[in-house]
């Protein structure tokens, strides 16, 4: 995550996806979209629908990301609230993540963006309490020249997280009823 935002500061880049919070530095930040975090869980899971407490992923197994930037956060944001699930496997590969959930290894806490939806093997739950969300943004280095071209990406990519950030609402509208 850094070192892409390094790579733009340094020049090498001209711009980046990347999530906040973003480092000090002669950067334009522009956000895309919340991706917000849901609860995965094995198919048939019993645990309650459509929310889950967080209290219930205490010492509860969890399958997690690798230690980056969005994982330490969903992390700290638990232990915050004295949540302090056991971690039993941890992966920066999505589908991985949602496999080891599938065999019934733990539960994850996931932002939507790396969930398969269509997985018949998982059920996805709501946190009852809000989790944070990692915000997405793209960022570019404020004091180089930007070509139109990459003006031109950064407007689809707004245009795309609009799209994708509806079909999201429209899935969590679905969760819930």
């Not at 269509?118 to 280095?141: G, Q, S, T």
């Amino acid at each position: 995550e850094a070192t892409l935002v390094e790579s733009v500061e340094r020049g090498a880049t001209d711009l980046t996806f990347s999530i906040e919070p973003i480092p000090d530095g002669p950067f334009t930040v522009r956000q895309l979209m919340p991706d917000p975090y849901l609860v995965l869980v094995p198919a048939g899971s019993r645990m309650p629908r459509p929310r889950v407490s967080l209290a219930e992923l205490d010492q509860r197994p969890m399958v997690a990301y690798q230690h980056l930037r969005h994982q330490d956060l969903a992390e700290d944001f638990l232990r915050a609230r004295g949540v302090r699930p056991k971690i039993v496997f941890r992966s920066n590969d999505n589908g991985t993540v949602q496999a080891m959930v599938a065999s019934g290894l733990g539960v994850a806490l996931a932002p939507l963006l790396a969930v398969d939806e269509h997985d018949p093997r998982i059920e996805l739950r709501l946190p009852a309490e809000p989790v944070p969300p990692r915000v997405l943004v793209i960022v570019w280095h404020r004091d180089r020249y930007r070509p139109p071209s990459a003006q031109a990406f950064v407007d689809t990519a707004i245009a795309v997280a609009r799209e994708v950030e509806r079909a999201q609402q429209d899935l969590l509208r679905r969760l819930v009823s």
